[in-house]
């Protein structure tokens, strides 16, 4: 075997026995998009995608062949050792033009706001901005092609998948967030088919794998020109939309599509509904609830979270050229309808934003970097105290673990929060057994049999040392 190929060779086996059987895969397809590769991306057994080699054997000579070329899987992984950290990244693509805060990345400005024209702000998630923007380049002719996640329709599919629109309905259609795993092989190879401009939109990891595949692949690097950044808490596996399709009387594999992000008016942003429409009991029906109606909606207890999440340090897609997320502070919450944070980096987008403003399309409020950090505390303190401890515990038991910008270290954190994330772990692992228990005998209720006494130890955690609530009572008696 020719040196390269086997050097290639031996890259594929270090992804597949450190990533992969590490648990480190977050499912967004590079890999399998890489000419010659022989990786496909499969959902496993709890609904993740996954990279997989195909059995062994089943490989024509034609692929054993291709699967010896030399393919960049380790430079192109976000997981893997040996490819460029999110601050390497950044420092390239915005360095010369823009600030650093330690917590959002570069920045040129960041906002607080929505979309005040027509109804993106009603269809979106939050404000609606991250339509907006891409509506926008389409608008003003700066891209030819949107790659965004849409809802499928045909029974069988997963329920969304990332797609290329093609023009301003496509694009408004695309609309919501998707708690739902989803990769990006197909329309990559889509991309290199098909010449044009395109902007792309993902969670920070996605991003940071687009922006290591344009590295290496020229066809991407010219044809991607605008990345569109999610803040992200984590992701989930597809249980997460059958947990709550389950509770709406709609079992596993009977749901056919669902909102995660349903407006309800006069009540606070975050106090958002689920909409599910599935079949339940032969009818078909539409229900609509209060996210805090159902079990395990909670964020903080993770369920259905992939390993790699508790592995990540970015949470504002330091690698994107705008980031948009959700305004989680006192003075935007309240407003039902949603509210952005954003953060942006490239000046083209700043130009279009100004003029949004300029013209009342757009309501935009100048916050501080500073801001945009608090209205993501929670998710940058378990992905920065939180993510030293848990490095910090993979090297005490000599596990391999993928190189982050921070230190392993379990000083950060008093004893007590130490294990609160040693129960957020648990949990999220065992979200994934239980609900696979569940399915297999055909009741919920041996979910959340299982979960609860969890979630209690969780929350027992969590509580404050009774000289911390006497502390509290006091200084609110001497402060009357
Ligand atoms: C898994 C996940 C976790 C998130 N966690 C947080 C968080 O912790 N804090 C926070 O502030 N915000 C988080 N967000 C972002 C938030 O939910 C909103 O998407 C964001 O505020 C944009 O809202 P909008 O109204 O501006 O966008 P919209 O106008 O609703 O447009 C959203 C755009 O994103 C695309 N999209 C939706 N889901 C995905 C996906 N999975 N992958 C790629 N593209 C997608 C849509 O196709 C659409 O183009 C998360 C999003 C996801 C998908
Ligand atoms: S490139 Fe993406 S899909 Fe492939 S192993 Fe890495 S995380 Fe998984
Ligand atoms: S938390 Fe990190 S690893 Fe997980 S989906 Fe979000 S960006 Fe990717």
Redesign the pocket.
Known sequence: MPGLASSSRQELFTLINTVVEGGYCIGCGVCAALPHSPLTMQLDDYGRYQATLPPQGTLSPQEEYQSEQTVPYLSTCPFAEGSANEDELARDAFGDRCTYHDQIGYYLETYAGYVAEGD?RG?????????WI?AELFRQNQIDYVV???QQSEPGDPLFKFQVSSNLDEIRH???????P?ELSEVLQQIREQPGRYAI???PC?IKAIRLLAKVDPVICDRITFCIG???????STRFADMFAWQCGIPPGQLQSINF?KKLPGRNANRYGVEVVGMSNGQQVTVTKPNNEFFGFLWGHGFFKYQACDFCDDVLAETADMT???A?LPQYVEDSQ?T??LVVRHPLLHQLLQKGQETGRLQLDLITAQQVAQ??DA?LRHRREGLAYRLHLKDQAREWRPQKRLQPSKMRLRPKFRKVHQVRMALAKASHRAFALAIKNRDFNLFKQAMEPKIKEYNSARKPYLWQRLWKKSTIITSK
């Not at 269809?123 to 339509?131: H, L, V």
């Not at 695309?174 to 739902?180: E, H, I, N, W």
């Not at 999610?230 to 989930?236: A, I, T």
């Open positions: 993106f269809q979106g998630s939050s404000g609606g901005m991250g339509t891409l965004h996640v849409q695309g609309a919501k967030s998707r708690y739902y989803v939109v993902g969670v996605f999610l803040v992200c808490g984590h992701l989930k992000r948009v997320g959700d989680w949603g952005n944070v209205s993501q998710g």
